[in-house]
């Protein structure tokens, strides 16, 4: 049996980017949080079989101790907007029918209130996506451009694109301020513009002044990794990120993590490395279990392909004897995605309103649209909701 050593990047490795952030557990005292050690390891585990079974002992181990620290404040998710994504990525080139060429995705924010391990009343924003930055990541702008030549591309737009809030909205919305927020963060940073949230002291292509930030004083929580990849991005990346994002950005306005980290009782962020290399997963304790918000699936057909009724995606699970089908436009490291998903699948409780599937909520979202039949999700939690959201606990 193979052994865990260490996988959290060290100070020996090329880091071109957030290498003068501060590591370890002095940093993350700082902010409330901890480290995870029972995942210490796991991701260099060999041969990988080995390493599979590592991630799983891993997170069923660190399930028990998370569940008996406690369970968030409160919970909401609010539906920000609908933006197109190719069925070919979805379910890794499983579906096996003649389909649309597009999807719709529906992007939630959620907001989390907690106590961190220093007892300080903490609010944290997951996914606040700001729509006008995304759609200039190449893959979008591109896109664009296409519809805009194609005969009836407005119609395509129409039917495609949707948005409901914006994140500033769903403060508003939830009688909160910009001042109420401690912490913002993301799974990952494709398609996503941390000018349009930290603010810049550049101006925006396009606009007439620097960005303000949007959330005051909140730092991001982002793995080093991701951070790194933003800043030397890999043609295999490119299309995915938003180049020039950290123009003007202060840096001291990210908080860099390593790896597993928790927050405070009820909440963590997991590293689930493989759609890329800094992909976190946030997770939470709540009076109706554990709960995973991730975009390593659209869908819950993504992480319970025997159960999904999309032509092509049960049968990926039969013939390959895979127990995940993955969000796949990039597989970064397909072999790393699949573990992630596993992570996230083991700590993940049962929907009390139909057990057969776990409570994982996609942070982005298969839009459950009869326009896309027959792809369209199995089945949909439709967001999450707990307790009462509180303005000025700061």
Request: proline share 8%; charged share 25%; net charge negative.
């Amino acid at each position: 049996m193979a052994t865990p050593g260490t996988d959290r990047p060290t100070g020996s490795e090329h880091r071109p980017a957030g290498a003068d952030h501060p590591t370890g557990t002095e940093h993350l005292t700082a902010i409330g949080a901890r480290p995870i050690p029972e995942f210490d390891g796991v991701h260099e585990v060999w041969p990988r079989g080995e390493r599979l079974r590592a991630v799983r002992a891993a997170a069923a181990a660190y399930k028990e101790r998370f569940t008996a620290q406690g369970q968030v404040r409160a919970v909401r998710s609010v539906d920000i907007a609908a933006a197109p994504y190719p069925v070919k990525y979805a379910f890794h080139n499983a579906v096996s029918v003649p389909t649309l060429p597009l999807i719709s995705m529906i992007n939630r924010m959620i907001v989390v209130q907690y106590e961190d391990f220093d007892g300080r009343a903490r609010t944290l924003v997951f996914e606040p996506t700001v729509p006008d930055g995304s759609a200039e990541a190449p893959f979008y702008r591109n896109l664009r451009r296409l519809t805009d030549r194609v005969p009836g591309g407005g119609l395509i737009e129409r039917a495609i694109v949707r948005y409901y809030a914006q994140p500033g909205d769903v403060l508003r919305q939830l009688k909160l301020t910009p001042a109420d927020i401690d912490f913002c963060t993301f799974d990952h940073l494709h398609v996503q513009d941390p000018r349009m949230i930290l603010g810049s002291t550049e101006v925006v292509e396009g606009e007439t002044a620097p960005r303000a930030p949007l959330f005051g004083e909140a730092r991001m929580l982002v793995q080093r990794r991701e951070l790194a990849t933003l800043e030397s991005l890999h043609p295999m990346q490119w299309a995915w990120y938003v180049e020039g994002g950290l123009g003007g950005v202060d840096r001291e306005r990210f908080a860099v993590l390593d790896g597993d980290v928790e927050l405070g009782p009820g909440v963590a962020l997991l590293w689930t490395p493989g759609h890329t290399d800094g992909n976190h997963s946030l997770l939470l304790n709540t009076p109706d279990g554990v709960w995973v918000s991730s975009e390593n699936g659209i869908a819950l057909d993504n992480w319970q392909p025997e159960l999904s009724r999309i032509p092509g995606v049960r049968r990926y699970h039969e013939e390959f004897g895979r127990e995940i089908c993955p969000n796949a436009n990039t597989l970064e490291d397909s072999l790393d995605q699949y573990d992630s998903m596993v992570k996230e699948k083991t700590l993940a409780d049962r929907c009390a309103a139909d057990p057969r599937w776990l409570q994982i909520l996609p942070s982005t979202e298969l839009a459950p649209w009869k326009r896309f039949w027959p792809v369209v999700p199995t089945y949909v939690h439709g967001g999450i909701s707990y307790g009462e959201i509180q303005g000025g606990r700061r």
